[in-house]
């Protein structure tokens, strides 16, 4: 054996000698090489895929949340590609769940066949399809949340949220606008349900839905909700308001409440002068139990709010600017569509770099129509504004990263929890995207002396082509030319200037010239009140720094801000203010107390399992946001929410 180990020892001196000789690694050392990656998956073409798919999605294990699937999948033999979506449409990320895709398994004529994951794409099933199989079948299972902790919750024993892009399989190498489904959902018996798909007049067995055939696009972008307590109400002759709730009693909904979703759907017809859809409906959850869901598509949208939010209107300021910001994306990110954001299936990576408009825009519309309907009133959406300034007004983050890099956010963290949200930044493009288009709205008002507003370019640029709902992309220089046509101006410098420029001024241009400015008072507004409710927190972020959860545990702190510089960070939770045990009120009365002073808040603070007193230096009060008017003449901000006769 020594022998053998000394002759194996002089071959590899040898062959090492050599690669030194050869130009290779050193003596001693070893180098490999980079295997090129091979992409084996086709891509996608615009050519029709022969026959239609058959699935069905068993959605009825509301106890255990699971979903069960089967695709009957009209196949040719040779190899096939099977696609699990990844890129969804709306999530601006990778963000499908292929982790909750269990039991995966095919078969054709009885017969199980194999299959193998990408090495690359994880996504991807590969099928070697023998010959005379016309069609194959795959069944799996998809596991939905159980908990917040492992995604968001869209099954509970009363609601189901069946989103299909999660729950089936696609082939490769084809758009999803040529790919045809038959598609057929089971919900547990009596359950009413809703969705942008209307049941075929073919009834199913038990509580089985069928539905037309339809194009895989449209299949993905058209979810259905399911549930034991449904009420829907016509909002107008093609809008329905379809609520879904955990109890009978959390449906009860006001004349005057019902009045202004109402008003909702009149004013943003107004506003735009097209609609984008034969029939559009709101599939709403009120349930504490479903994970917050905000998630527009053309002809509906999934959306979600506390259990209480009719029955506790005045405590639920804050949640209701989300039906208008999701409605108005049928028309905004929908009908029209960033040129780099339309991809032709789900593999294909979306380009974010025009979410400004897509979110940004709609996240103004939003704010402006639920003032225009009244489910805001014009108190209310002022407050909501001054939180929105006072957020860009005060971001550390601003001095580092421009807005536009913003839009990659959901791609580097996939909305997870940060240590420094202010320093790092997060996904601006919405409220910070609000504050730019505020700013061109007060900006053609003054330089077309009040006979134009940003209401006329929503009609050039939205309103076109009345009841089409197919999508008409964009880019950056339709957006300048239709500014342009609407009031001559530097758009593109403007813009350039606050989205692809490090900025450390926040963009209140808007607020300014609408005749109001950003101050800050030692009582929060009932709109503020509202978020730190719907949030179950204590917003401390212009005084101490920092954002104050449950049980005295932070969940924020503002990079540079006095919690910051005595060293707390998120997580940290605190036990005691000077001396006694920890309370909301108690911190809130030490602030007030340290107000003009010159003694600093004493903490004792719990980080991991050590404890320590930290000193927070702040002698300012408290201070919460708000916009104050200024001069007497006409307010272009209060002509801005102002209803449309």
Known sequence: MKYRCLALLSSAFVASAALAQSGGAPTGTSQPEALPIVDTIPGARDIPYPGTIRLSVDASDVEQRIFHVEEVIPVKPGPLVLLYPAWLPGAHAPQGEIDKVAGLTISAGGKTLAWKRDTVDVRAFHIDVPEGVAAITAKFNFLSATADDQGAVVMTPNIVALEWISNLLYPA???SRRILFEPSATFPKGWTTAGALRPTPQP????????????LDTLADSPIFAG????SEKLSPDVTLNMFAERADELKMTDAQLGLHRALVTQATKLFGAQHYDHYDFLYALSDRIDGFGLEHHRSSEDQASAAYFLDWDGHLSERDLLPHEYVHSWNGKFRRPADLWTPDYRTP????????YEGQTQFWGFVLAARS????????LDALATVAAMYDTLPGRAWRPLIDTTNEEIISNRRPVAFQTYQRGEDYYSEGQLIWLEIDSLIREKSGGKRSLDDFAKAFFGVRDRDWGEL?????????TLNAIQP????????????????????????????RLIYTDTPTPYWKSRESAKERIDLSYSLGMLVGKGGKVTGVMWDGPAFNAGITVGTTLMAIEGETYSDDDLKAAIVGAKGGDKPITLLIK???AFRTVQVKWNGGLRYPRLERTGKGPSSLDALFAARP
């Open 173 to 175: 190498g084809h758009y």
């Open 473 to 481: 992309t964009y880019r950056f220089d339709d957006i300048v030319s």
């Open 228 to 231: 034991r307590y449904v009420r």
């Open 204 to 215: 199913g067995v038990g509580g089985t839905v069928r539905y037309d055939t339809v194009a």
């Open 374 to 381: 009244g489910l805001l009133s014009k108190q209310d959406s």
């Open 350 to 357: 979306m380009q974010n770099s025009l979410l400004w408009v």
């Open 489 to 516: 101006y530097d758009w593109a410098t403007f813009l350039h200037e606050r989205i692809d420029a490090v900025a450390p001024k926040a963009p209140l241009g808007g607020i300014a010239r609408g005749g109001y």
């Open 607 to 609: 980080q991991g399992e």
